[in-house]
């Protein structure tokens, strides 16, 4: 049993073991609801500045600038990347300078070669504008035989897997007749990047560069099925 004294002694202890509990609860809590807002502003911050930060809109209204629009005009000169296309016979297959006027007076000699590549076409350019190499070779034939082989055939003659299924109302070109043989390569340039009757323009699909590599094979592949006399 415990006298009176040692009851209070253990009273006050009890007592003060309970303040200390409390005292260490609230300080659990007080730095609780401090995290909790610390992250309220952060979320918050993100919020504005992701969502609402101030910002001109293309095309939009806006009173910053003096004339109240949002996008600025272009520097005077500006091209966009590549297309400061200066090489006219690269980058379209045309000559650089008209072709002279043809006289409309003609010797029936002259009216019978009027069928060569340079009555016909008269714009195009009659060689290829740039070097090419065995490895030109070899490229301009793998880009043909995925872009141009389905209709025109492998051997060039008109008959790719898209004619004998039933495309063949206009039936592609043949590239063994005699118009083609004789035209220019600025034709064949002007046909990949315009298309022409029922094919469709493959500037899209067929870099510039590529476009040439492919016409020096056709080139290539035309002199492989001449007829040796």
Not at 157 to 171: L, Q, T
Not at 205 to 228: F, G, H, N, T
Request: charged residues 20%.
């Amino acid at each position: 049993m415990l006298n009176c004294e040692e009851q209070k002694a253990v009273g006050r202890w009890q007592k003060a073991e309970s303040s200390a509990l409390a005292g260490a609860a609230h300080r659990h809590q007080a730095f609780f609801c401090l995290l909790l807002f610390a992250f309220c502003l952060l979320l918050a911050g993100c919020r504005r500045d992701m969502q609402d930060q101030p910002k001109a809109i293309a095309y939009r209204e806006n009173s910053f600038y003096k004339d109240g629009t949002g996008s600025r005009p272009l520097v005077e000169g500006t091209v966009p990347r590549d297309y400061l296309r200066q090489e006219r016979e690269f980058y379209t297959g045309k000559k650089s300078a008209a072709p002279s006027a043809t006289p409309q007076t003609q010797t029936a000699a002259t009216q019978s070669t009027s069928t060569n590549a340079t009555a016909l076409y008269p714009d195009d350019v009659e060689a290829i504008p740039m070097t090419i190499t065995k490895s030109d070779l070899d490229r301009g034939q793998e880009r043909y035989n995925i872009y141009c082989s389905a209709c025109h055939g492998m051997t060039g003659y008109g008959d790719g897997i898209v004619a004998r299924r039933g495309f063949n109302k206009p039936s592609p070109a043949n590239y063994h007749q005699d118009r083609l043989r004789q035209a220019p390569p600025g034709h064949f340039f002007d046909v990949m990047t315009n298309g022409w009757g029922a094919m469709p323009s493959y500037a899209s699909q067929i870099p510039v560069e590529d476009r040439w590599k492919i016409i020096a094979y056709l080139r290539a592949l035309q002199l492989s099925q001449m007829k040796v006399p």
